[in-house]
């Protein structure tokens, strides 16, 4: 009985031969993905926004009545809030901001959200309290910054360890390949309006191990190959090792798919945010190790006639082995 081969032994697939266009489209994603985040803004949530965030459920209703919802609490006079759809239609996410009072004032803080729910069950017969929480504007603060810093300094330590264990040029590939992930699922963010939580943070740093580790065994196929066919012109020996890994590549993706379209689908609405955004960095992730992170070793001047990779040490005990040094 043979097994199930999702990619056949010796595939020869021309990836490179489309690498300009698949650039230029990249490229654009990027820069629409950009182009969203500082048009339309992130949704962010109570942990980067600051302020109270209570969720509900009407239990006898099947749609949540947002407008009414959005009116009672602006009533209130809080601030503007913003009432999204949270899970199930029948759902609510209810954020307002913290006024200046109650900020660094967890007692104060509890006693407007005591307020706004009581204002709400007053109003509305089968609304159900499901959670509030609330943090403080400094504490937000702290927290947007923190998380830029983790994704910047998690993308050029990859960069560095790349340079340091190839060569400068797959440093620089790397280190595209990753921007473009993660610019595409913060523009994904932006263009849906998803909640932009501490959680999803969690998921952009998975989403650069992910890539990562594709990128690398990409990689060091190549670097292989570098050393193995010196008259091989580049873009077909970039081609031979995005082939020889395409079998790893795929069976690890969708194994992990597997386990995540289920909690995607399935799953509680807490973690839909984090779900979807792996799933799509399982997707970009792979793309961008064949179409970013291999391609631009050519323009980066990588050739296989006169480019040199370091030797490691097992490199140099096998040329001693053969009589070479």
């Given at each position: ?8 032994d010796d595939t020869n ?281 291999a391609p631009i070793l ?28």
């Amino acid at each position: 009985m043979k097994l199930l081969k999702l990619v056949p032994d010796d595939t020869n697939i021309k990836f490179l031969r489309w690498r300009v266009p698949f650039y230029v489209v990249s490229i654009l994603l990027i820069a629409a993905s950009w182009g969203l985040v500082l048009t339309k803004g992130l949704n962010y949530g109570v942990d980067f926004a600051g302020g109270l965030n209570i969720t509900a459920t009407f239990t006898e209703s099947t749609q949540a009545p947002v407008g009414e919802l959005r009116e009672t609490v602006a009533d209130l006079g809080y601030g503007e809030p913003i009432v999204q759809r949270f899970g199930e239609d029948n759902q609510v996410s209810i954020r307002v901001p913290l006024p200046d009072s109650a900020e660094g004032n967890p007692e104060a803080a509890q006693n407007i959200a005591n307020a706004i729910v009581a204002e709400l069950e007053a109003g509305f017969a089968d609304f159900r309290l499901d959670g509030n929480e609330n943090v403080s504007g400094k504490v937000s603060d702290e927290f947007r910054s923190d998380a830029a810093f983790a994704l910047i300094a998690a993308m050029l330590a990859v960069a560095l360890y790349i340079w340091i264990r190839f060569e400068w040029q797959f440093g620089v590939g790397a280190l595209f390949a990753l921007f473009h992930d993660v610019s595409l699922t913060l523009g994904m963010f932006a263009l849906f309006q998803l909640e932009f939580s501490l959680q999803i943070i969690a998921a952009i740093l998975a989403i650069i191990g992910y890539s990562l580790n594709d990128t690398i065994v990409v990689y060091d196929r190549i670097r292989e190959n570098l050393k193995k066919y010196r008259k091989m012109p580049t873009p077909e020996l970039l081609d031979l090792s995005v082939n020889e890994t395409l079998a790893r590549t795929v069976m690890t993706s969708l194994t992990l798919l597997i386990a995540l379209v289920p909690l995607l689908l399935f799953g509680p609405a807490s973690l839909f945010g984090m779900v979807a955004a792996i799933t799509l960095g399982i997707f970009v992730g792979t793309y961008s190790s064949v179409y970013m992170a291999a391609p631009i070793l050519i323009w980066l001047g990588v050739d296989s006639h006169s480019f040199v990779p370091g030797e490691t040490d097992a490199d140099k005990q096998e040329k001693v082995a053969r009589g070479e040094v």
